[in-house]
């Protein structure tokens, strides 16, 4: 096969658009890096909160920094898409219609297709009227182009993630993610 038929094996890449904070959406992605790390699973990790820095301030080693700013700053977190078997991208928040456009604009959806690559998107279910609004214009834009992982977070010290069953099984083959055993 030459290097031009050649498919790609398959990817996924992993992150949040919502523009709201303070609902776990980096807790979710530090914890997703552990488990991977912890499986043996390779990744990569995006670090594009030009602010908080979450995720490189937590696993420097892990993490590449390519600050989101402008819509314009897309194009090198896309251009690193299918790069490893999962890839987590950790967007500042607050930035959901720049996002939006930038992914229209370098017609993203067709760059994930041509690099064997499944987007996954988190939505947080919250209360937030921005939240919610974003969620909608997220899932409106993306359709069936994209996969959906809906979290519902507790509001106290204690995170507690609740994945949709149907979102975890998807998550799972397309990884190739062990399974939960029940003692």
């Given at each position: 096969?030459?290097?031009?038929?050649?498919?790609?094996?398959?990817?996924?890449?992993?992150?949040?658009?919502q523009?709201?904070?303070?609902?776990?959406r980096?807790?979710?992605?530090?914890?997703?890096?552990?488990?991977?790390?912890?499986a043996?699973?390779?990744?990569?990790?995006?670090?594009?909160d030009?602010e908080?820095?979450?995720?490189?301030?937590?696993?420097?080693?892990?993490t590449?920094?390519k600050?989101?700013r402008d819509?314009?700053?897309?194009?090198?977190?896309?251009?690193t898409a299918?790069?490893?078997?999962?890839?987590i991208?950790?967007f500042?928040?607050?930035?959901?219609q720049?996002?939006?456009?930038a992914f229209?604009?370098?017609?993203?959806?067709?760059?994930?297709?041509?690099?064997?690559?499944?987007?996954?998107?988190?939505?947080?279910?919250?209360?937030?009227?921005?939240?919610?609004?974003?969620?909608?214009?997220?899932?409106?834009?993306?359709?069936?182009?994209?996969d959906?992982?809906?979290?519902?977070?507790?509001?106290?010290?204690?995170?507690?993630?609740?994945?949709?069953?149907?979102?975890?099984?998807?998550?799972?083959?397309?990884m190739?993610?062990?399974?939960?055993?029940r003692a």
């Amino acid at each position: 096969m030459s290097d031009l038929t050649q498919k790609l094996a398959p990817s996924r890449t992993l992150t949040s658009l919502q523009s709201t904070s303070r609902i776990g959406r980096s807790t979710l992605k530090q914890g997703l890096m552990s488990w991977f790390s912890y499986a043996g699973i390779a990744f990569n990790a995006i670090d594009a909160d030009p602010e908080h820095h979450t995720l490189s301030t937590w696993y420097p080693d892990l993490t590449d920094k390519k600050p989101y700013r402008d819509e314009q700053d897309l194009l090198s977190i896309l251009n690193t898409a299918g790069v490893a078997p999962v890839q987590i991208i950790d967007f500042p928040s607050q930035e959901t219609q720049s996002l939006l456009r930038a992914f229209e604009h370098f017609n993203a959806i067709k760059l994930f297709e041509a690099k064997n690559t499944r987007l996954t998107i988190f939505i947080f279910a919250s209360d937030e009227r921005a939240a919610m609004l974003s969620a909608h214009q997220i899932i409106s834009s993306f359709d069936s182009h994209a996969d959906y992982v809906m979290v519902k977070t507790r509001r106290d010290s204690l995170r507690e993630y609740s994945i949709i069953p149907s979102s975890q099984r998807c998550l799972r083959s397309s990884m190739r993610l062990p399974s939960r055993s029940r003692a």
